[in-house]
């Protein structure tokens, strides 16, 4: 079995977000200086999937078709595969140093078992191409980007809106071209960008818990019984 890789700090960090779903999903690549006064993470580039046709040909989108006739387990392998080439590809293309995901909410029954296919496999292909990785779970995503726990997408997506009015600014986009459950993923990939950037300072020493915002410093210092030690002690996956 291969170790997990460490990643090895360095004065630039290239850094996936990733929220991916059964049926949609969204990539946030942003990159980052570690030196001391770090300028702000630039968002080099974003990705999608979606199975709505219409939608998927907005800028950086990807239809998720699979075919007809088929029956359910073979439409789930299918659109397993499908999803597995898509995120390979962008392991390819840019090379990220670390990804963030979201972990499980396992209040969620409703697909929970697909979507923990899909989730799986996300973390597994990361693992197998070297890449470090960190989960966070939904309360913990929401209290870093809102200052609360059980945030709903829309307070997210606001808590994001200045950094990502920034976004469709400068790559001259329209929010209005893209499905509104996109939109959701990509404000939660990019919080999850953001997490793993702040993380990678605070270990290398750039920044420190006290330049964070007090919500931002309860999601590091934040326990559960899944991970009963904060973030910080615990190593890259």
Not at 60 to 66: A, M, P, Y
Not at 114 to 122: A, F
């Amino acid at each position: 079995m291969k170790d997990a890789v460490i990643v090895v700090v360095k004065d630039g960090l290239t850094v996936f977000g990733c929220d991916i779903s059964l049926n949609h999903g969204a990539v946030v690549v942003l990159e980052a200086s570690l030196k001391q006064e770090p300028a702000k993470p630039q968002i080099q580039a974003m990705r999608f999937f979606t199975d709505k046709k219409k939608y998927s040909k907005a800028d950086g989108g990807t239809h998720l078709e699979l075919s007809k006739g088929l029956d359910h387990d073979q439409k789930t392998m299918s659109r397993l595969a499908k999803v597995q080439a898509w995120y390979a590809a962008l392991l390819r293309e840019f090379l990220p140093d670390i990804i963030g995901v979201e972990g499980y909410a396992f209040s969620r029954a409703n697909q929970a078992h697909q979507l923990g296919e899909v989730g799986g496999m996300v973390r597994l292909t990361t693992f197998n191409d070297g890449r470090s990785l960190r989960i966070h779970d939904p309360a913990t995503l929401k209290l870093f980007a809102t200052g609360k726990g059980n945030a709903t997408k829309d307070e997210v997506r606001d808590a994001v809106h200045d950094d990502w009015n920034y976004f469709w600014t400068t790559f001259n986009l329209q929010q209005e071209d893209y499905e509104p459950r996109v939109l959701e993923d990509f404000a939660d990939a990019y919080t999850l960008a953001q997490m793993v950037v702040v993380e990678a300072r605070l270990r290398c020493g750039s920044t420190t818990l006290s330049q964070l915002e007090p919500h931002q410093i309860r999601a590091f210092n934040r326990v559960t019984k899944v991970n009963p030690v904060n973030l910080l002690v615990r190593e890259w996956t």
